[in-house]
């Protein structure tokens, strides 16, 4: 069952741009995460927001997490060329360390 | 980079053969996964597993099967391969934390 759902579908900005992608999940969550995936590859691990916090910070990546709203988002500033890739935030509900996907934000960076 | 390995990373297939995806991580984590994703879409869980012996199904039905014999090997079988099953084939695995550690997929076409 998908919990995520992430706006917009598509993004495509300029490169040194920010870059804004959310997230809206339907059920109470532990934590939830983003990933960033390549074309045709693996998701690569960028950041995990816990329940009990509301923004979060790793280099060009800032997070925030809105509990009451069901909602997260991932801004990326000064966006690059290599920011270029599908986006998707993943939700962690139980204690099985079982994710829920979302269907993910396509970004495109124009040089 | 994830140690976490996946052969073949391209596969074109008859309808009606059996195949075998495998994965490999060699960090020693417990929890394994396999998901597919349709190009563009979100990931489905069709398989997990918490440790050696231990399997179980997600939520997308499948016709595959796994196995868990050893820590560092999660195999996939397709008894007999058809045209719906044409995807991308993902593994990851995870230790202590939540994070998962996806492999570089593998893309299958049945013909």
């Known amino acids: 069952s998908q919990q995520g759902e992430e706006d917009p579908q598509a993004l495509s900005i300029q490169e040194g741009e920010n870059a804004t992608m959310n997230c809206s999940y339907k059920?109470?969550?532990?934590?939830l995460q983003w990933y960033r995936q390549n074309s045709g590859r693996g998701l690569v691990h960028l950041i995990l927001?816990?329940?009990n916090e509301r923004e979060k910070h790793s280099g060009r990546l800032r997070v925030t997490l809105d509990t009451s709203k069901k909602s997260s988002s991932l801004l990326i500033t000064a966006s690059r060329a290599a920011d270029t890739a599908s986006y998707f935030c993943a939700t962690d509900a139980g204690s099985n360390y079982q994710l829920i996907w979302g269907a993910g934000t396509k970004l495109i960076i124009k040089p | 980079e994830a140690d976490i390995y996946q052969t073949p990373r391209y596969l074109v297939i008859g309808t009606g053969k059996k195949i075998t995806l495998e994965c490999s991580q060699t960090m020693g984590h417990d929890k394994m996964y396999w998901y597919q994703q349709d190009p563009g879409m979100e990931l489905h869980l069709i398989h997990y597993s918490y440790g050696v012996n231990s399997t179980e199904k997600g939520d997308l039905s499948s016709e595959s099967t796994v196995s868990r014999i050893r820590t560092e090997h999660f195999p996939l079988t397709l008894e007999s391969a058809r045209p719906s099953h044409t995807s991308q084939y993902l593994c990851?695995?995870?230790?202590?934390?939540?994070?998962?550690?996806f492999g570089p997929g593998t893309r299958l076409l049945v013909l």
């Open positions: 927001i816990r329940s």
């Open positions: 059920t109470s969550i532990n934590n």
């Open positions: 990851a695995s995870s230790g202590d934390s939540e994070t998962q550690y």
